[in-house]
Structures are given as structure tokens and as C-alpha cells.
């Protein structure tokens, strides 16, 4: 079982920045596709990035593009989603997930179900 463990949420002003961490311990990230997700109140999870094993290509949804940067560092087995610009609709608990590279061989997309693997989550509060 993979063990993903997110940190870095909080409350930041409209206009702030933020960056989450993913750390997955005691495993090889090289081996997995990491994506983030977040899910606010009374709304469906969304994808907001993610980043294909290896270090290959990311992808991002249009809400994240220009404001949001996802990078990967394989020797300390974290993942970060750098998040600038925030805004209130940013407003929501946000997940790391994971999939081995077998499973998702490719480019990386941003649909829960594809994920097998889950943090707990943090949670982001965009407000003033």
C-alpha cells in the first residue's frame, strides 16, 4: 500500500501563494504518476495537475494553468504544487494521488478514478 501525506494547506489572502507537498516515504516515486486533486463543499473532486512517473510530462486543468506549477523531486520522494494567484474559488481540500507506471503508462490525466492511491488531504482557504 502506498502511503501518501500531504502538508502545506492553510489560509492565505486572495492574491497569495501557497505551495503542497505530497511525500510518498519508504517508496520510489519515480515509479508513480502523482496528481493533485481538490474537492470543495457540495462539489465533485477535480483535477488540478499532474506530473507522469519519471519526471516526464504534466498537465494541467484550465482553472490551474498560469497559476499553478507542479514539480517532483525523486530523491526526496515529494511532489509540490506550487500555487500562485489564489482566489476564493480556489477554496477547497486538496488531495495527492498516485498510480504506478504500468497502470498509467502515458500522459498523465486528471480523473479521480484512474488514481489508486490517496492522501488525506489538506486544506486550502482562499480568503480575505
Known amino acids: 500500500q502506498l502511503q501518501l501525506v500531504e502538508s502545506g494547506g492553510g489560509l492565505v489572502q486572495p492574491g497569495g501563494s501557497l505551495r503542497l507537498s505530497c511525500a510518498v516515504p519508504?517508496?520510489?516515486?519515480?515509479?508513480?504518476?502523482v496528481g493533485w486533486f481538490r474537492q470543495a463543499p457540495g462539489k465533485e473532486r477535480e483535477g488540478v495537475s499532474c506530473?507522469?512517473?519519471?519526471?516526464?510530462?504534466?498537465n494541467y486543468a484550465d482553472s490551474a494553468k498560469g497559476r499553478f506549477t507542479i514539480s517532483r523531486d525523486n530523491v526526496k520522494n515529494t511532489v509540490y504544487l506550487q500555487m500562485n494567484s489564489l482566489k476564493p474559488e480556489d477554496t477547497a481540500v486538496y488531495y495527492c494521488?498516485?498510480?504506478?507506471?504500468?497502470?498509467?503508462?502515458?500522459?498523465?490525466?486528471?480523473?479521480?478514478?484512474?488514481?489508486?492511491?490517496w492522501g488525506q488531504g489538506t486544506q486550502v482557504t482562499v480568503s480575505s
Open positions: 494521488a498516485a498510480v504506478h507506471k504500468y497502470v498509467m503508462s502515458g500522459v498523465c490525466v486528471l480523473v479521480p478514478p484512474q488514481y489508486a492511491y
Open positions: 519508504r517508496s520510489t516515486l519515480d515509479y508513480y504518476t
Open positions: 506530473s507522469r512517473h519519471s519526471g516526464g510530462s504534466t
